[in-house]
């Protein structure tokens, strides 16, 4: 059984950066492929950005590219999320996901974290 823990959130003004960390524990969790998903208030679970098993590919949704990065270190078990020039729009809670293959979708991925808040104010 795969278990994934947020860190990191918090409030930050426009402009600024936030780095949301996930923690995983549980067999075989180089052989997920590993996303970030996050969900406004009122509003439906979003996909942020998604890495490979090895890490070599990633994919990015179009409002965040060019200013989040996801990194993940298979050693240490961990998947990171670094958000850049934060927007007001970027507000949210921040989930980290595991799953047997790389995907945008929410229903290709089996395992997910409590969330993490960020909230970025003007």
């Known amino acids: 059984q795969v278990q994934l823990a947020e860190s990191g959130g918090g409030t930050v003004q426009a402009g600024d950066s936030l780095r949301v960390s996930c923690a995983a524990s549980g067999p075989y969790l180089h052989t997920y492929a590993m996303a970030w998903f996050r969900q406004a208030p009122g509003g439906e679970r979003q996909f942020v950005a998604a890495i490979s098993r090895g890490g070599g590919r990633t994919e990015y949704a179009d409002s965040v590219k060019g200013r989040f990065t996801i990194s993940r270190d298979n050693a240490k078990n961990t998947i990171d999320l670094q958000m850049d020039s934060l927007e007001l729009e970027d507000t949210g809670v921040y989930y980290c996901?595991?799953?047997?293959?790389?995907?945008?979708?929410?229903?290709?991925?089996?395992?997910w974290g409590r969330g993490t808040q960020v909230t970025v104010s003007s």
């Open positions: 996901a595991a799953g047997g293959a790389f995907s945008d979708r929410s229903r290709q991925y089996s395992y």
